[in-house]
């Protein structure tokens, strides 16, 4: 059993930057998988991003650029840095894990969950 929780969402201005931290306990994170969903109001759950066991990232489109992900498997940490963000990056953000070594992309991917991190960012 894993526990995850996120931490850093907030209210920024468009353009800022924020930092989203996932931290981990019950199982050390390097043996997972983890990805970045977001899910606004009246809106599917989506991918943002994920990072593989070996620090492999992958990124939707409409994040590329501006978001990164990286993990400190000696923190049990994972993070994601979030800039130049845009009032359409709204949402509250959920981090997961999972034992697959292969990156997933739909939530049924993923076998644990964050509680989740609100990020507002206003125009």
């Known amino acids: 059993q894993v526990q995850l929780v996120e931490s850093g969402g907030g209210l920024v201005q468009a353009g800022g930057s924020l930092r989203l931290s996932c931290a981990a306990s019950?199982?050390?994170?390097?043996?997972?998988?983890m990805g970045w969903f977001r899910q606004a109001p009246g809106k599917e759950r989506e991918f943002v991003a994920a990072?593989?066991?070996?620090?492999?990232?992958l990124f939707a489109d409409s994040v590329k650029g501006r978001f990164t992900s990286s993990r400190d498997n000696i923190q049990n940490t994972v993070y994601l840095q979030m800039n130049s963000l845009k009032p359409e990056d709204t949402a509250v953000y959920y981090c997961?894990?999972?034992?697959?070594?292969?990156?997933?992309?739909?939530?049924?991917?993923?076998?644990?969950w964050g509680q989740g991190t609100q990020v507002t960012v206003s125009s």
């Open positions: 019950g199982r050390t994170l390097n043996e997972y998988t």
């Open positions: 990072i593989s066991r070996f620090g492999v990232t």
């Open positions: 997961a894990c999972r034992s697959s070594v292969l990156i997933g992309i739909t939530h049924n991917d993923y076998d644990y």
